[in-house]
């Protein structure tokens, strides 16, 4: 559903087994940032990297996701943001509507947002919904932050 990629930088949050960033690389993005808490997912993420030899191209970062934007002025803005958190829980609103979510995010980031069907996300101004699906028991968002 993502089609210009190349040379992007991609944020890969709630990553888990890091499926969407190593798909983003294998698409040519320049670079993903793999953001995840739980110790196992970490493990699983590096050794898909390893297996793959995207090394070069991959930060592996133990975190909680809202840690990592309360600290991101260290890291670069993202052209394109996945965020895959546990369903039904207030994550993607949370995110969205949280003023730190800007500092890694610059005018015309997107962001692909996946929650349960049955949940509808909130979130400011500064985005604009630019599709959604309905794929299975799950709603895909895909929002384009309007401001720089």
């Known amino acids: ?20 960033g190593i798909e983003a690389i294998s698409r040519k993005a320049s ?6 808490s739980h110790y196992n997912s970490i493990q699983i993420i590096k050794k898909n990297i390893r297996n793959l030899g995207i090394d070069k191209k991959s930060v592996v970062i133990k975190t909680n996701f809202y840690k990592f934007i309360e600290k991101s002025e260290s890291f670069e803005c993202f052209d394109l943001i996945f965020l895959d958190p546990p369903y039904h829980q207030e994550h993607i609103s949370k995110i969205l509507n949280d003023k730190k979510i800007s500092n890694i995010c610059k005018k015309g980031t997107i962001v692909v947002a996946e929650v349960d069907k ?30 720089g």
């Open 118 to 147: 049955n949940y509808t996300i909130s979130y400011n101004d500064n985005w604009e919904a630019i599709n959604q699906r309905e794929i299975s028991s799950t709603m895909v968002y895909f929002l384009r932050k309007r401001k």
């Open 1 to 20: 559903m993502i089609q210009n990629i190349k040379n992007k930088t991609v944020l890969d949050g709630f990553a888990g087994t890091g499926s969407l």
């Open 31 to 36: 670079k993903c940032y793999f953001v995840d």
